[in-house]
């Protein structure tokens, strides 16, 4: 039989050496990224159809009230376009950036990491366009060493745009706590939001309600929780307390603290459940 003549192995142009350069990077970065994740037991996303209903207020009090029955939580402000955690949070430490690591910073209880941390200054537009989104939010699950968490809780951009869905690709989140407000108007856009995730397969583990009082009234949480099928998980009152901003309300205000109890006493069993799925899969 004649031999099959072999040649020797063709050189790889330099376009094809690159290609492969660049996705044994993106493979050893997902691999990166994964390690990081599986140190972390939940990761629960804060979503709002809206800014300004109350989301990053609510993010960093389910961070406090968690730490506070003494889970290990980390919180990651995801809101590219207004990343507001530390401002409610007084002005906690820069988390420290070591050799290419970044360590979050600790207050209150809890870990937290915000892309503000990053900017300049602080009034600072920056304009995110869905490549640098996704490369910036990669870079933080990759280098961020929060070691091993019970939550993660992030607070996501608001809308159903490209930035909060690039985000919830990313992280893909194990739940949602939804944010709506009292108002008929509003409820709208949180059917839009809640549908939303609902269309990308992640739990819904319950709403709440913010802003509830004589000034904009109550009740669209239990409505929205009624019409879709979810959890109401509780109601956050206006209140003035939630003009000191030098720490999370449920440590400044007995009342807020008992309503935030409430939520997270509705909210623990469900992430139970969650996890005994987790663990099956
Ligand atoms: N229950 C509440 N009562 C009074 N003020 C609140 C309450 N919740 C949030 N706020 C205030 O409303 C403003 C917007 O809240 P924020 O959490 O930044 O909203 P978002 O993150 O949805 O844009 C902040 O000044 C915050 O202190
Ligand atoms: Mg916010």
């Known amino acids: 039989?004649?031999?099959?003549?072999?040649?020797?192995p063709r050189q790889m142009t330099p376009q094809e050496k690159q290609r492969l350069d660049a996705m044994k990077k993106s493979w050893q970065r997902?691999?990166?990224?994964?390690?990081?994740?599986?140190?972390?037991?939940?990761r629960l996303g804060v979503y709002s159809g809206k800014g300004g209903?109350?989301?990053?207020?609510?993010?960093?009090?389910?961070?406090?009230?968690?730490?506070?029955?003494?889970?290990?939580?980390?919180?990651?402000?995801?809101?590219?376009?207004?990343?507001?955690?530390?401002?409610?949070?007084?002005?906690?430490?820069?988390?420290?950036?070591?050799?290419g690591r970044i360590l979050p910073s600790v207050c209150f209880g809890f870990q937290v990491v915000s892309m503000a941390f990053f900017q300049e200054h602080e009034d600072e537009a920056i304009i995110?366009?869905?490549?640098?989104?996704?490369?910036?939010?990669?870079?933080?699950?990759?280098?961020?060493?929060?070691?091993?968490?019970?939550?993660?809780?992030i607070d996501l951009p608001p809308g159903t745009s490209d930035a909060p869905?690039?985000?919830?690709?990313?992280?893909?989140?194990?739940?949602?706590?939804?944010?709506?407000?009292?108002q008929e108007l509003a409820k709208l856009d949180a059917k839009r939001s809640i549908n939303m995730i609902k269309k990308m397969n992640i739990r819904v583990m319950g709403v709440v309600e913010n802003f509830s009082?004589?000034?904009?009234?109550?009740?669209?949480?239990e409505e929205l929780s009624e019409e879709l099928g979810i959890p109401f998980l509780g109601r956050f009152q206006l209140r003035q307390d939630?003009?000191?901003?030098?720490?999370?309300?449920?440590?400044?205000?007995?009342?807020?603290?008992?309503?935030?109890?409430?939520?997270?006493a509705n909210l623990l069993p469900l992430v139970e459940d969650l996890l005994k799925g987790k663990e099956q899969d």
């Open 128 to 153: 995110w366009r869905g490549p640098m989104i996704h490369n910036a939010i990669n870079q933080f699950l990759e280098v961020t060493d929060w070691g091993e968490l019970d939550f993660l809780l």
């Open 165 to 182: 869905l690039t985000v919830m690709q990313l992280i893909s989140p194990d739940g949602f706590v939804v944010v709506a407000t009292p």
């Open 1 to 8: 039989m004649a031999d099959v003549q072999r040649g020797a």
């Open 30 to 42: 997902q691999k990166a990224i994964s390690a990081q994740l599986k140190q972390i037991k939940v």
């Open 53 to 99: 209903v109350g989301k990053t207020t609510v993010t960093v009090n389910l961070a406090a009230n968690l730490a506070s029955r003494g889970y290990k939580v980390g919180l990651l402000d995801a809101d590219i376009d207004c990343p507001n955690v530390p401002k409610l949070l007084g002005v906690p430490e820069r988390p420290a950036y070591i050799n």
């Open 213 to 221: 009082g004589d000034m904009f009234g109550a009740g669209a949480g």
């Open 242 to 264: 939630y003009r000191d901003t030098s720490k999370p309300a449920v440590l400044a205000s007995n009342a807020i603290r008992q309503e935030y109890d409430y939520a997270v």
